[in-house]
């Protein structure tokens, strides 16, 4: 007995504690998912009337939003990330629509929320097209979130003031500054690289707690510059970790290391790392339940957008890492990538209104968008295997 075991343990160590799907199988498992995805969302587009973008489906009913709406990037960007894998004509005739009716938003200023919006969708356009004009929506964009940076707190300002807040800064903010700093490195105004940065060292210094987790939502005082209350308006409790914001932060740090090659950002991507893969309430099928300190786990419901938020920035961040945390970084993505391949989280074609995932949560707290599908975790999903195909395979 005592052999077996030792002979077990040697084997996987030999493939290296993180053993990695094998290259054919996940050749495989992203060919069959983009092609999926081309058929789903030709679904999904049928669905969505022309002046508005799909939110999600619930109750057997499409939900629509307007432009305006945080998430209006996404559905144009997914499709632009299925085109780029699967070259179906059909969908980047749909991207190109969809773009059309997004393009006025760039010169909205009534939250922080223009990076999702124009980079997630025009930034990924250009990144497949480098057409000229694509560019210019994002440069437009750009000045407008620089608007909302407040130079006395030194952060971009989330949300506008109202009975909650007076000066909130979420951590999903970080999720916003790939466009300034983009924009900066294509040859436009410094300061939008120079916001950016600000902007993580403030929300490095104030965000985090000693155990690399993050509090969702900083009150701060325009007047004085510091932090009046660290609360939460999506998670459990004021000092839970929201799973959402956890893989935001998570996602942010790599972008911002990427850009500026600062050690300290890739330290802190690395730490918060750690925090997510060490937790023992992280899943073995690593698809967090929607706030790892949720008082019902294990029968909390699971957050897939978490899920494939976190694939997809761990597989950058691995760019960026070496040895055995980099192993760590590509398998627990790849064991990512294959649940939320599986039937436990992805629909059936035709089904979940042309969505690809299930079992996302929005907010809870407000009992919205609860275990459903969302147009960002699709996204990211298909963000995460195409960077799997680019990168590991
Ligand atoms: N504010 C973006 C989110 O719900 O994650």
């Known amino acids: 007995m005592k052999r077996i075991v030792l002979f077990f343990?040697?084997?996987?160590?030999?493939?290296?504690?993180?053993?990695?799907?094998?290259?054919?199988?996940?050749?495989?498992?992203?060919?069959?998912?983009?092609?999926?995805?081309?058929?789903?969302?030709?679904?999904?587009?049928?669905k969505t009337p022309a002046t508005v973008m799909p939110r999600t489906f619930q109750g057997d009913t499409l939900v629509t939003s307007n432009t305006k709406w945080w998430c209006s990037g996404f559905y144009p960007g997914t499709l632009w990330l299925i085109y780029a894998g699967t070259k179906d004509a059909a969908i980047k005739e749909e991207a190109e629509k969809r773009l059309g009716i997004l393009e006025k938003e760039k010169t909205y200023t009534g939250n922080h929320d223009l990076g999702f919006m124009m980079y997630c969708s025009f930034g990924t356009a250009y990144d497949i097209t480098k057409k000229p004009a694509y560019k210019d929506v994002i440069f437009t964009a750009a000045h407008s979130l620089s608007t909302r940076y407040r130079p006395s707190i030194k952060a971009i300002q989330s949300w506008d003031s109202s009975k909650n807040f007076n000066c909130p800064v979420i951590i999903d903010n970080m999720m916003n500054l790939e466009l300034l700093e983009w924009v900066t490195q294509q040859g436009g105004d410094k300061k939008y690289h120079e916001i950016a940065v600000t902007h993580s060292n403030t929300t490095l210094k104030n965000h985090y707690r000693p155990d690399y987790s993050s509090w969702h939502v900083l009150d701060y005082n325009l007047a004085s510059g510091g932090v009046s209350?660290?609360?939460?308006?999506?998670?459990?409790?004021?000092?839970?970790?929201?799973?959402?914001g956890q893989v935001w932060g998570l996602y942010g740090?790599?972008?911002?290391?990427?850009?500026?090659?600062?050690?300290?950002?890739?330290?802190?991507?690395?730490?918060?790392?750690?925090?997510?893969?060490?937790?023992?309430?992280l899943p073995a099928d690593k698809i967090p339940y929607w706030?790892?300190?949720?008082?019902?786990?294990?029968?909390?419901?699971?957050?897939?957008?978490?899920?494939?938020?976190?694939?997809?920035?761990?597989?950058?961040?691995?760019?960026?890492?070496?040895?055995?945390?980099?192993?760590?970084?590509v398998a627990t993505a790849g064991q990512i990538l294959e649940s939320l391949s599986?039937?436990?989280?992805?629909?059936?074609?035709?089904?979940?209104?042309?969505?690809?995932?299930?079992?996302?949560?929005?907010?809870?707290?407000?009992?919205?968008?609860?275990?459903?599908?969302?147009?960002?975790?699709d996204y990211y999903f298909i963000e995460a295997l195409g960077r799997y195909k680019k990168w590991y395979l």
Not at 9 to 35: H, R, T, W
Not at 229 to 244: F, I, L, N, P, V
Not at 253 to 280: C, E, S, W
Not at 342 to 364: D, E, Q, W
Request: hydrophobic share 40%; aromatic share 10%; proline share 6%.
């Open 229 to 244: 209350r660290k609360k939460t308006h999506q998670g459990y409790a004021d000092e839970s970790a929201w799973a959402r």
């Open 9 to 46: 343990i040697g084997a996987v160590y030999c493939q290296g504690i993180f053993a990695q799907p094998s290259k054919k199988a996940m050749q495989q498992l992203i060919d069959e998912n983009m092609q999926f995805a081309a058929q789903q969302y030709k679904v999904l587009a049928q």
């Open 291 to 329: 706030d790892f300190n949720a008082p019902d786990i294990p029968n909390a419901k699971r957050d897939a957008s978490a899920g494939s938020i976190m694939a997809s920035a761990l597989l950058e961040l691995a760019q960026y890492s070496k040895g055995k945390v980099k192993d760590e970084y």
């Open 342 to 377: 599986s039937p436990a989280y992805r629909a059936p074609l035709g089904s979940n209104g042309g969505f690809l995932l299930l079992h996302s949560v929005g907010s809870l707290p407000h009992n919205s968008e609860v275990d459903v599908p969302l147009t960002y975790a």
């Open 253 to 281: 740090y790599t972008v911002m290391y990427r850009f500026t090659k600062n050690p300290a950002y890739l330290d802190l991507a690395q730490k918060i790392a750690g925090f997510l893969l060490k937790h023992p309430n």
